[in-house]
């Protein structure tokens, strides 16, 4: 039986400090300047530190039949808080051939269960990264089938963290409260722009990451409170019915959580003890060691399955299961 598999976008920050100077890893694992895409089977077995011959990519997302990954490019400055526009929202065949820029965007969220359209988001030319970005679905079906063709985006929304449903109908995302400074909760807008964002989360909540169960019937997500100092992992049914914390008893941070293909695992990042933890510095920001950590749907048997006490891992998505069955 194969193992299931998580691709990993890992991302160091090596500052020019002697601090950071002193970090004991091999080269292959710190990308200097840039980043790389490493693979992990879910149960912590598999070589994490053998990076795929890609170019510094940013959150990788399979085609449902395994052939392409949907990526972008996501550079800012930090130190102006603008998004500069060299941004943009790419695919490419799993080879690493046929790399095409599909759309000027800032974060590419996910495919259509036919592989026809993705998702993905973008910040308005020259503003600040605390503008809320739009979210739009295109039509890729033309690329993917390699014919020429004029992509026309749809709008459908304002926010953070789009999420395709499994049928392809509904799009889960972050967005702002109108009545609470600095609060995010969970919506969901049809793909076909035939209604108006709904939200389904309460007022004062702080959430992020949403995320579907292969059938469709209910979204991870994560839940942060005093002031992003604290969060679990939670999930609820679809018309926000239901919420239940996952990671109660886990010691830590948990983010960023996805469903496992087969609907029996959710995978999430948490940074690593203190003790055993690294921090990167860079100028003014500073980044901390994490892992991933595979567990069932229940919040039972949490496992650490990246084994490397030096890396931050930014992203991660797993392998589709139709691929899984046909290699």
Request: charged share 20%.
């Amino acid at each position: 039986m194969k193992q299931a598999q998580l691709l990993l976008f890992s991302f160091i920050l090596v500052a020019c400090t002697s601090r950071a100077a002193q970090v004991t890893v091999s080269e292959d694992r710190i990308i200097r300047g840039g980043s790389g895409v490493y693979m992990v089977n879910a149960d912590g077995s598999g070589k994490s530190s053998e990076r795929l011959p890609w170019e510094s990519i940013n959150q990788p997302h399979w085609s449902p039949d395994g052939e392409w990954i949907l990526y972008d490019t996501h550079y800012s400055d930090n130190s102006k808080l603008i998004l500069p526009r060299d941004h943009g929202i790419y695919i490419v065949q799993s080879d690493g051939t046929q790399r095409k820029r599909i759309a000027d965007g800032d974060y590419a969220a996910g495919w259509s269960p036919d592989g026809t359209r993705i998702a993905y988001l973008a910040y308005d030319t020259n503003h600040s990264v605390y503008t809320q970005p739009s979210i739009y679905i295109l039509n890729v079906e033309c690329i993917v089938q390699h014919k020429e063709c004029n992509l026309q985006p749809d709008y459908l929304a304002r926010g953070y963290s789009p999420a395709l449903s499994p049928d392809g109908k509904y799009i889960a995302f972050v967005g702002e409260y109108v009545d609470a400074d600095d609060q995010h909760g969970i919506y969901v807008v049809n793909t076909d722009g035939t209604s108006e964002p709904v939200r389904l989360t309460p007022p004062r909540y702080d959430c992020s990451s949403p995320g579907w169960s292969p059938d469709g019937m209910k979204i991870v997500f994560a839940y942060y409170q005093n002031s992003s100092t604290e969060g679990n992992i939670y999930v609820m049914d679809i018309d926000g019915s239901n919420v239940a914390n996952l990671t109660k008893d886990f010691t830590g941070w948990p983010g960023s959580p996805q469903w496992s293909p087969d609907g029996n695992k959710i995978a999430f990042i948490a940074p690593l003890p203190t003790e055993v933890g690294k921090v990167y510095k860079s100028g003014d920001a500073v980044r901390y060691s994490n892992a991933v950590y595979v567990m069932d749907t229940d919040g039972t048997n949490i496992t650490r399955v990246t084994l490397h006490n030096d890396e931050v891992i930014d992203w991660f998505v797993w392998y589709p299961a139709q691929f899984k069955a046909t290699k």
